[in-house]
């Protein structure tokens, strides 16, 4: 086999291998002022994905763009023009059925001089100022559960035997029921917009790491009960 012909077969090998990490994860660079987000996609039976991003803390966050009917795969979402200092970003993943799921949440530090520079057209061809970005995740995905002791919820409460999520709401066809999940640091990290069952089991594998998490329920805007729940 001709060395050319080997050295193109190795690099397509590395290029087809290079595939940015799967769901919940993601990875940043910052190219000439810009957050360039990359993520694999692993699930079937999505609506949409949303690219949000907070500047002030990890709670915070806006929307900047929607990828609506996203297939599996690699993906990618450029923010254009990112603030100057702290960027948080997160994806919000909205499935058939009414659950939206978040991401881990990673920070990017963005010195304003840099936006400057690309805004004045001085960065030099060819040069950029590219860094990963910081791992800040949802919850730490070596933590423990947490020791924290409290009266289990009769509707919402961890399955001792499966460590699955059962909610039961005898009266969920005719209200508008929806359940909001919170790790410990009260960042949110599921949302179920409408509950339609009067039983449903929610997997604990999307939870984004193992720990004690919060939880409303919510009737409307009506706030019904608050609680807690394990993932173990």
């Not at 080997?6 to 291998?17: E, I, K, Y």
């Not at 907070?54 to 990112?82: H, Y």
Request: proline residues 5%; glycine residues 6%.
């Amino acid at each position: 086999m001709p060395l050319r012909i080997l050295f193109l077969l190795l690099l397509f090998s590395q290029v087809c291998n290079a595939q940015p990490p799967q769901l919940p994860a993601m990875n940043i660079i910052t190219e000439k002022a810009q957050n360039i987000l990359t993520w694999t996609n692993q699930y079937d039976g999505i609506k949409s994905i949303a690219v949000q991003r907070s500047i002030d803390s990890i709670r915070n966050f806006v929307t900047i763009g929607i990828i609506n009917a996203p297939k599996k795969g690699a993906m990618t979402f450029t923010d254009e023009r990112p603030m100057p200092g702290r960027n948080h970003y997160r994806l919000s993943v909205d499935f058939t059925g009414d659950m939206e799921w978040f991401s881990n949440v990673y920070k990017v530090i963005l010195d304003s001089s840099i936006i400057a520079r690309s805004v004045m057209g001085a960065i030099e061809t060819g040069t950029t100022n590219s860094k990963t970005a910081s791992g800040t995740t949802n919850g730490t995905t070596t933590a423990n559960p947490t020791d924290f002791y409290y009266s289990p919820s009769l509707r919402i409460y961890t399955n001792p035997y499966t460590g699955h999520i059962n909610i039961n709401l005898d009266d969920a066809l005719s209200k508008k029921y929806n359940i909001r999940f919170y790790d410990p640091e009260k960042a949110e990290v599921l949302r179920i917009s409408r509950v339609t069952k009067t039983v449903l089991i929610l997997d604990k594998n999307n939870f984004n790491s193992r720990g004690t998490y919060s939880f409303k329920l919510f009737d409307g805007a009506a706030l019904v009960e608050t609680g807690y729940i394990t993932i173990y």
